[in-house]
């Protein structure tokens, strides 16, 4: 069993920067692939980044702002947010994969944390 326990949300003016972080327990971490996922009011929670041995991905709505990075000693995957805007306001979550795929669907994530509230002003 794997537990996710997501810090670092808060609220931020557009334009602003925040660090998500995700810390795991378990033994098995470094294989995992790890992703961040988002939820806004009303709407599917959707696809943000991956990273796994092949790499990492992200969502078209992020890319070249938000970078997912894992550090396997502390058994902790991060998410950095720049030139945040206010539709980047969700709740988000990190996911394990069990299998390594790095995948964008929520059905292959195995595990997920309680969540951490994001809130970018304008």
């Known amino acids: 069993q794997v537990q996710l326990v997501e810090s670092g949300g808060g609220l931020v003016q557009a334009g602003g920067s925040l660090r998500l972080s995700c810390e795991a327990s378990g033994r098995s971490f470094s294989s995992y692939a790890m992703g961040w996922f988002r939820q806004a009011p009303g709407k599917e929670r959707e696809f943000v980044a991956a990273i796994s041995w092949s790499g990492t991905v992200y969502a078209d709505s992020v890319k070249g702002r938000f970078t997912i990075s894992r550090d396997n000693v502390k058994k902790t995957v991060y998410l950095q947010m720049n030139n945040l805007k206010p539709e980047d306001t969700a709740i988000y979550y990190c996911?394990?994969?069990?299998?390594?795929?790095?995948?964008?669907?929520?059905?292959?994530?195995?595990?997920w944390g309680q969540g951490t509230q994001v809130t970018v002003s304008s």
């Open positions: 996911a394990a994969d069990r299998r390594g795929s790095g995948s964008r669907d929520i059905p292959d994530y195995d595990y």
